[in-house]
């Protein structure tokens, strides 16, 4: 009895450390004289789309972003691979959408595919897949009711109307009794990686805005152009290194892998290229 409680008793601290191994995404801290989300999102009304997508590539990648997104959310599921057998996989997911800003003054920001492929490489994040998207609304601590708007022109495309649907978001977490670093969904569409990757190199693929019930209104889609952004889309990183059965690995190497890419994907192929290719300028 006391070789198994000592046998225990040493494994155990072993068994945290292991669990805990992951390397924290590389997000800088953020300058105190940065500016807040609301002076961002109001200097960036007149710009061109491609000036915009480098503003906002710039302030993300200097620390210009709420502390809690800096403190991942630690999601542990079992999930199964192609041949059936059965995985525990331990990954770190932000709480939140990517948003400019402090602690008191943010904004969540839509952007496109590429520039939150250039985000992720920075901070050594992945963006997720639609099977991830679910199991994140699965496990949200906040879930909100998606707030649609009614396209008019271009409307929706608008840095006006990415504030007005963060003010929505904001009002309707208030009013659930949400707080900052829950994890919270139901608020956005995310864009995901996929096999339709490969199929349209041009094309922003998108999934989620999960409805209360826990279906999503926006099934896969890749009808978009990679330059539209509207207000419903946005980038919500896992970290790319994960925890696959008390190893470390990574979230691209598990997809890519004929018989683990099950564990992330609910696709039928595992996927040859995991992550937007950015274009060369």
């Given at each position: 009895m006391r070789s198994r409680l000592f046998l225990f008793f040493f494994l155990f601290p072993l068994i945290t450390f292991a669990q805990s191994s992951i390397p924290s995404l590389k997000i800088p801290e953020r300058n105190p004289d940065a500016e807040t989300g609301s002076a961002f999102m109001k200097r960036i009304i007149p710009l061109e789309l491609e000036e915009r997508e480098e503003e906002i590539f710039k302030a993300l990648a200097s620390g210009n972003?709420?502390?809690?997104?800096?403190?991942?959310?630690r999601l542990k599921a079992n999930f199964t691979d192609s041949l059936g057998q059965s995985h525990e996989l331990i990954y770190e997911v932000m709480p939140d959408y990517l948003a400019v800003g402090s602690n008191e003054d943010y904004c969540r920001i839509p952007m496109n595919p590429y520039t939150a492929q250039r985000l992720a490489d920075v901070f050594g994040g992945s963006?997720?897949?639609?099977?991830?998207?679910?199991?994140?609304?699965?496990?949200?601590?906040?879930?909100l009711d998606p707030f649609f708007y009614k396209p008019?022109?271009?409307?929706?495309?608008?840095?006006?109307?990415?504030?007005?649907?963060?003010?929505?978001?904001?009002?309707?977490?208030?009013?659930?009794?949400?707080?900052?670093?829950?994890?919270?969904?139901?608020?956005?569409?995310?864009?995901?990686?996929?096999?339709?990757l490969v199929e349209g190199t041009d094309r922003v693929v998108i999934y989620g805005w999960h409805k209360l019930d826990g279906n999503p209104i926006q099934p896969v889609y890749s009808g978009h152009v990679d330059w539209y952004v509207d207000y419903s889309h946005s980038i919500r990183l896992v970290n790319?290194?994960?925890?696959?059965?008390?190893?470390?690995?990574?979230?691209?190497?598990?997809?890519?892998?004929p018989i683990l890419f099950k564990l992330l994907s609910d696709e039928t192929a595992p996927m040859t290229q995991t992550r937007y290719q950015i274009p060369k300028r």
């Open positions: 972003m709420p502390d809690f997104l800096r403190n991942p959310i963006l997720i897949t639609a099977k991830i998207s679910d199991h994140i609304y699965e496990n949200a601590s906040v879930k008019v022109g271009r409307e929706n495309e608008s840095v006006e109307k990415f504030i007005l649907h963060n003010s929505q978001i904001e009002k309707q977490k208030k009013e659930a009794n949400g707080q900052n670093g829950q994890l919270i969904a139901g608020i956005k569409k995310d864009v995901i990686l996929s096999n339709r790319e290194q994960v925890m696959l059965d008390g190893k470390t690995s990574t979230f691209s190497k598990i997809l890519s892998d």
